[in-house]
């Protein structure tokens, strides 16, 4: 059974504007549903999938504050076949990934890939959990206090404390975003 993604893109537009035949620039609109609620949003650059990446980003940044750290760094498209495959590099401050779609449609690539380099990294957080454990008890320990270990009553700085993944998350199943 496939999980529940953390959103889902209803629909997008994007439209190429000039001002006064000096500079053109693109306007998109995303309409997104988040928990049962659509949302939408609006954002200008000067190339569609940053525009897109912008809107996308507005439009989840009140229930995934954590989206206003994700930048986009580069994007690629190619075709082949009658088909357009269009990848998206993100980066926030724990790392850079790339996500891909391929589709007939340019407007369907773009939209599914930008969406698809936040899905990845909120699906990524939400299965990424990071315990703290004590190398002398192994037991939880709180992530950033300097205080004793409840477990073994030891002090025990956060440089010498190990972090262990809790569950056995092996990677993301991308084909559950």
């Known amino acids: 059974m496939k999980e529940e993604s953390c959103f889902e893109v209803l629909s997008s537009r994007i439209i190429a504007e000039t001002d006064n035949g000096r500079k053109t620039f693109q306007e998109a609109s995303v309409r997104i549903k988040i928990n049962g609620e659509a949302i939408i949003a609006v954002a200008e650059d000067i190339c569609s999938i940053s525009a897109l990446h912008g809107a996308v980003k507005?439009?989840?940044?009140?229930?995934?504050?954590?989206?206003?750290?994700?930048?986009?760094?580069?994007?690629?498209?190619?075709?082949?076949?009658?088909?357009?495959?269009?990848?998206?590099?993100?980066?926030?401050?724990?790392?850079?990934?790339?996500?891909?779609?391929?589709?007939?449609?340019?407007?369907?690539?773009?939209?599914?890939?930008?969406?698809?380099?936040?899905?990845?990294?909120?699906?990524?957080?939400?299965?990424?959990?990071?315990?703290?454990?004590?190398?002398?008890?192994?037991?939880?320990?709180?992530?950033?206090?300097?205080s004793k270990c409840s477990g073994c009553g030891n002090v025990v700085r956060p440089e010498e404390r190990q972090k262990k993944e809790k569950g056995k998350w092996k990677g993301i199943d991308m084909s559950d975003l």
Do not use: H
């Open 58 to 146: 507005k439009a989840l940044k009140a229930s995934y504050p954590e989206v206003f750290s994700i930048s986009l760094v580069n994007y690629n498209e190619s075709r082949f076949n009658g088909k357009v495959r269009v990848v998206v590099t993100c980066k926030n401050g724990s790392g850079k990934w790339a996500v891909s779609e391929v589709s007939s449609s340019d407007a369907a690539a773009r939209t599914q890939a930008v969406a698809k380099s936040f899905k990845y990294i909120l699906k990524r957080k939400e299965v990424e959990k990071m315990v703290t454990i004590c190398p002398f008890c192994n037991q939880e320990m709180e992530k950033d206090s300097e």
